[in-house]
């Protein structure tokens, strides 16, 4: 009997180690991933805009406009292709009518009638609450984003020599004060800026490219999301909505 527990207890105090560590990896991935700044990779190029997220050093494409043409389905090849092709066809089907009788079912049950809920009026404290934690949250966000590895090269043309320098001055006098006024909110990290007049020639002499990296830390944006939802669960605000 002594022998039998024992070896219960070492089998439960493995277990408990396992999940132990089990745990401990856990929170040791969530915090390099609070810690490890995400980022998203912007290129526009050739009339072709790509985006790449990830962390970085590993990143993927996730967006591409205009898509790349679909391409087409092959047909399967060989016995063994198209008893696959077969397969997946009755197991899609098998879904779709399984699909069809939970609908149905779920639509001959009766629907319990629940009294609406009353909600919560909003005060001024309460829009107060809601104006301070908004403006606590977006100032986490904003302090938290970085854009770096920006590389601007653009030209300015127009339908002469003349109008082209017009637009050249244009530009130029709102997109540096433009850039100053962001720079007080946003880390902007220019690696080229280049804005130069393209004088009416048959064939552009400048190549548009717009290609920047935005990255955040996500534990500053987090721990300022929970803040907020704690004051918003201390002060009841959550009562007006739900």
């Known amino acids: 009997m002594m022998a039998v527990l024992g070896a219960l207890g070492w089998l439960l105090l493995t277990l408990l180690k396992i999940v132990g560590i089990l745990l401990l990896i856990l929170l040791v991935l969530l915090a390099l991933a609070l810690l490890c700044p995400f980022c998203a990779d912007f290129c526009w ?3 072709v805009v790509t985006i790449r997220a990830g962390v970085p ?11 790349p ?13 198209k008893l696959k092709a077969k397969l997946r066809a009755s197991r899609a089907e098998r879904r779709r009518k399984k699909a069809a009788e939970r609908a149905a079912k ?17 005060t001024l404290n309460i829009l107060v609450t809601i104006l301070r934690g908004a403006g606590r949250l977006t100032k986490a966000v904003f ?26 001055g244009r530009l130029n006098a709102w997109l540096y004060p433009s850039l100053g006024v962001i720079d ?35 534990l500053f ?13 201390r002060e009841k605000v959550l009562d007006v909505f739900l």
């Open 143 to 168: 302090g938290s984003l970085r854009v770096t590895k920006i590389r601007v090269c653009l030209g300015v043309r127009g339908e002469d020599p003349a109008e082209a320098a017009r637009a050249y």
């Open 69 to 81: 043409p679909p391409a087409g389905a092959e047909e399967p090849k060989g016995f063994f292709g």
């Open 106 to 122: 779920e639509a001959k049950k009766p629907k319990k009638e629940t009294p609406p809920r009353k909600k919560a009026k909003l």
């Open 221 to 233: 944006i987090v721990a300022a999301a929970v803040r907020v939802l704690y004051e918003f669960w």
């Open 57 to 67: 050093g590993i990143t993927q494409p996730v967006f591409r406009w205009p898509a």
């Open 45 to 47: 190029e050739n009339g």
């Open 184 to 218: 007080r909110f946003v880390y902007l990290d220019f690696e080229e800026l280049r804005i130069l007049p393209d004088f009416g020639s048959a064939e552009p002499t400048v190549a548009d490219r717009v290609s920047f990296r935005l990255s955040a830390r996500l």
